[in-house]
Structures are given as structure tokens and as C-alpha cells.
């Protein structure tokens, strides 16, 4: 079956460092990879996706590249600020029948220190 | 535009008890429906999922169970909790045949 594979947190930086989480996937065919994002108390808020081989998703300063050849989807940022302190899920969503079945990794939690 | 709401907030049960969340969706129609449970340090796993009324799919096997009744409402139930149930439980729907999921703002659930 399915599965992603998430480096494990926390990961602890001082503001304007550079982040990098690592994300390995396992599938059976060709999907679309994403990473979402969870701030404190809240629920998930898609960051961005990657539909195809060699994508780039990117938004608010974080990028992830798909790369098939080695199954990953690293999320990187050049500057983190202490309002992107949350947890990060790599995830990955195959079409089943009709539907679209996603498989989530554990979560990184990310902490940003001024 | 389309919104999920998800309630209770929180909710504090004793071990026995019965369960109901409740989640629906605004500003869209026929779309998919998702119940993901939250425990500490596991990630995200997948309860159940409905890709109409009345149809419900189960990813584990477990204490509890979920239905649509209407097509925008998806309800997450037991008959006698257990400590293990404690999480935060999301909801979240996704647009017939697409892929990106929208979540609502989750349940945190404790029972003791």
C-alpha cells in the first residue's frame, strides 16, 4: 500500500535559518504529492501540491520539488519566521475507483525561535 | 464560497459514554467526506470516508462508527467510548473527483 515518510520533530530554528523537511512517499502509481500545514489548535490548511514528475509547488516562501526518481517531496523555506512555528504533513493522494484516497505522513512539528 | 463547520470544540467524556460529532459543509454539493483522528505523536489516520449518502467506507476497525444522512453531513459516533478513543478528530471534504482536502478546525476529544 501507500505510505509517506516524514523526517521526525521537533525541529527547532532561529528566525531567517534555512528549513529544510525531508518527505518520502511509497506508491503503487502516479500521485499527486502535497504538504499541509496546522497551526496550533487548528485544523490542516493545505501549503502546497505537485500533481506531476519535476513539479515545483510553492507558496509563502516554501517550496517542495517532485522527484520521482528518488520518491521525495522535501519542503524547503530560505528564511523561516516564528509565525510558520507549526506542524507540517507531507501527504499523498492516489485515485481509487472514483475517489481520491489520501495517505498522510506523522507530521513534523516546526518551532522558530526569535 | 464553501465552509466546514466541525462541533463541538472540545468535548470531555467519561469511559462508557456515547458519542456524536458532527460536521457539515457549506457552499457545495456531492462532495467527499472525511473523519481523521489525531492522537498524539501518530500523525493522521483515516477513519472513514463517504463519497455519497448513505455510502460510508471504514479504513480500521474500531469502536466507532460513522453515517451521512444528508448530503452535506457527515456524523461521527459511538455507542460506549473507550480511553483509547481521546484525540483531536477532524473533518474534511474534497471536491468530487479532485484531490485537495479542506479541513475543519477539529474536535479535541477526551475521554477519562
Known amino acids: 500500500g501507500n505510505s509517506v515518510t516524514q523526517m521526525e520533530g521537533p525541529v527547532t530554528l532561529s528566525e531567517e535559518a534555512f528549513l529544510t523537511i525531508n518527505c518520502t512517499y511509497t506508491a503503487t502509481g502516479y500521485p499527486s504529492l502535497f504538504w499541509y500545514v496546522q497551526y496550533p489548535g487548528e485544523g490542516l490548511q493545505l501549503l502546497l501540491k505537485?500533481?506531476?514528475?519535476?513539479d515545483k509547488g510553492s507558496n509563502k516562501g516554501f517550496e517542495a520539488t517532485y522527484r520521482k526518481e528518488t520518491t521525495s517531496f522535501h519542503l524547503e523555506k530560505g528564511s523561516v519566521q516564528v509565525s510558520d512555528s507549526a506542524v507540517y504533513f507531507c501527504a499523498l493522494s492516489e485515485r481509487w475507483g472514483g475517489s481520491y484516497i489520501p495517505t498522510f505522513g506523522r507530521g513534523t512539528s516546526l518551532i522558530v525561535h526569535p | 464560497s464553501q465552509t466546514i463547520h466541525q462541533w463541538p470544540a472540545t468535548l470531555v467524556q467519561p469511559v462508557g459514554s456515547p458519542l456524536s460529532l458532527e460536521c457539515t459543509v457549506e457552499g457545495t454539493s456531492n462532495p467527499n467526506l472525511y473523519w481523521y483522528r489525531q492522537a498524539a505523536g501518530r500523525g493522521l489516520q483515516l477513519l472513514f470516508y463517504?463519497?455519497?449518502?448513505?455510502?460510508i467506507s471504514s479504513e480500521v476497525p474500531q469502536n466507532l462508527s460513522a453515517s451521512r444522512p444528508q448530503d452535506r453531513q457527515f456524523i461521527l459516533s459511538s455507542k460506549k467510548l473507550l480511553l483509547s478513543d481521546s484525540g483531536f478528530y477532524l473533518c474534511a471534504w474534497s471536491v468530487r473527483h479532485k484531490n485537495i482536502q479542506y479541513f475543519g478546525a477539529g474536535t479535541r476529544l477526551s475521554v477519562l
Open positions: 463517504s463519497v455519497g449518502i448513505g455510502q
Open positions: 505537485a500533481t506531476k514528475a519535476d
